[in-house]
């Protein structure tokens, strides 16, 4: 099946610093990519639709300069945290697919820890 | 907007039993539904969807949902829960809106005991 490798899977970085967290999708071509935000026992929130070689598009409250999104291939998606605080602490989680209609596939998630 | 409400935080059944996860959903237009589970600290496994055919889906591990359209409701039943059933579950609605994202319900936590 359609796997999904996210890295890394956990992180602890000090407030100020940036962290990369990437997407890649092993054995499919995702056209495109979404990275979630959640919360401890809350639900995913949605943060931003990235499409190959386009720029992203950010949801409503999600700050596009702090959450650094490059989709520029069609199997690598990144998520970068810039300037990181400790609110910025979370689980993200990306997710793939191949076409509009296919079920969204899930990395493991990284746990970002802000210290 | 397209939503989903999972009514209950928690469901406890004991192992052997049916188990059910309730699901309705608010769409405007034809539903395209997904259950999904979480372990701790790990992304979402796909289980199911329905798209358009028969109502009653099945999909991983035995799992099945129910689509009940004058109920606009999608349950998620298994008949017989194990105890590593036990997990977080997610329904979603894919929104037309965002890229054909998928908007997620708060998540119900199954808990099977022996």
């Known amino acids: 099946g359609a796997v999904v490798s996210q890295h890394p899977s956990w992180v602890i970085c000090k407030s100020g610093t940036s962290v990369k967290i990437e997407c890649r999708s092993l054995?499919?071509?995702?056209?495109?990519m979404f990275w979630y935000r959640q919360f401890p026992k809350q639900s995913l929130m949605l943060m931003a639709t990235?499409?190959?070689?386009?720029?992203?598009?950010?949801e409503q409250g999600v700050e596009k300069d702090k959450f650094l999104i490059n989709h520029a291939s069609l199997t690598l998606s990144t998520l970068t945290v810039t300037s990181a605080h400790p609110e910025d602490s979370s689980f993200y989680i990306c997710?793939?697919?191949?076409?509009?209609?296919?079920?969204?596939?899930f990395g493991n998630g990284t746990r970002l820890t802000v210290t | 907007a397209q939503s989903v409400a999972q009514p209950e935080d928690q469901v406890n059944v004991a192992e052997g039993n049916p188990l059910t996860v309730k699901c309705t959903y608010s769409?405007?237009?034809?539903?395209?539904l997904f259950w999904y589970v979480q372990y701790p600290n790990r992304g979402l496994q796909f289980l199911l969807k329905?798209?358009?055919?028969?109502?009653l889906v099945k999909g991983s591990y035995g799992f099945e949902a129910e689509f009940n359209k004058s109920q606009t409701s999608f349950h998620l039943k298994k008949p017989s829960a194990l105890v590593s059933d036990s997990a977080l579950y997610f329904c979603?609605?894919?929104?037309?809106?965002?890229?054909?994202?998928?908007?997620f319900g708060k998540g119900t936590s199954l808990l099977v005991t022996p």
């Open positions: 997710s793939a697919r191949s076409a509009p209609t296919s079920p969204l596939h």
């Open positions: 054995d499919f071509q995702a056209t495109t």
């Open positions: 990235s499409n190959e070689g386009s720029k992203a598009t950010y």
């Open positions: 769409v405007s237009g034809n539903p395209y």
């Open positions: 329905y798209i358009t055919g028969d109502n």
């Open positions: 979603a609605v894919r929104d037309s809106n965002s890229g054909y994202a998928l908007n």
